[in-house]
């Protein structure tokens, strides 16, 4: 029963493709993210959906798109990849969009670009 | 703007010694905190969490983490490391529009035997 789960785990593609990833959760959770994780280990956030809405876009590139069809879901679509974009990407969720809730991480899907 | 210090990129430490990850946030209002812990491979896993009351809080798999405010910091602490505690940790504050997480750099722990 894994609370977050994400796929591919694993995604290996040329530069100028579009891919996606997706993301679920079980947990009933309102408010999902995603976070990416560069070579160096630093983690920072992209988007948060509260209930299928927007609420944080952290200055993303327009070649990422996330879409939410529903509270359980939230898929990342990444257009034109560029070799920059090689990285392990995060999808988390938790009960609320504030502070003081904690958030729950699925295991990563790690980009490689080519 | 909220931030996150993790001074120390790499630690070593003993089996059976005692561990500390030092963490410092600079944040406007009141800290929501958290500590992490990423093993090989695999997504993050909350250790423990401050939000208010006790600064001293106790997390799972014997870890517990003391809040002080007058040095901005919030350090991770084991009495006593297994070799399963070879990871990788994160510290991060939590926001509270959105529950945006900042964190920190990562420390990365390697267990001698």
């Known amino acids: 029963d894994t609370a977050v789960s994400q796929t591919p785990k694993y995604l290996v593609t040329q530069m100028g493709n579009d891919k996606s990833i997706k993301c679920e959760q079980n947990?009933?959770?309102?408010?999902m993210y995603w976070y990416k994780q560069d070579s160096k280990k630093f983690l920072k956030i992209m988007f948060s959906?509260?209930?299928?809405?927007?609420?944080i876009n952290e200055t993303v590139p327009n070649r990422f798109s996330p879409k939410s069809p529903d509270k359980a879901h939230l898929n990342l679509h990444i257009n034109s990849l560029e070799l920059g974009d090689s990285a392990v990407y995060f999808c988390?969720?938790?009960?609320?969009?504030?502070?003081?809730?904690?958030?729950?991480f699925g295991q990563g899907t790690r980009l490689t670009v080519v | 703007a909220q931030s996150v210090t993790q001074p120390d990129i790499h630690i070593t430490v003993s089996e059976g010694a005692s561990l500390e990850l030092r963490c410092n946030y600079s944040?406007?209002?009141?800290?929501?905190l958290f500590w992490y812990v990423q093993s090989p491979g695999q997504g993050l896993q909350l250790l423990l969490k401050?939000?208010?009351?006790?600064?001293l809080v106790q997390g799972i798999k014997g870890f517990e983490a003391e809040f002080k405010r007058s040095q901005s910091s919030f350090n991770l602490r084991k009495p006593s490391v297994h070799w399963s505690d070879a990871a990788e940790y994160f510290c991060?504050?939590?926001?509270?529009?959105?529950?945006?997480?900042?964190f920190g750099g990562g420390t990365r722990v390697l267990v001698k035997p």
């Open positions: 988390a969720s938790s009960q609320e969009s504030r502070a003081n809730t904690e958030a729950f």
């Open positions: 947990l009933g959770h309102d408010t």
């Open positions: 959906y509260n209930n299928k809405e927007l609420i």
């Open positions: 944040y406007g209002a009141t800290p929501y």
């Open positions: 401050y939000f208010s009351g006790d600064t």
């Open positions: 991060a504050v939590g926001q509270a529009a959105g529950n945006k997480l900042t």
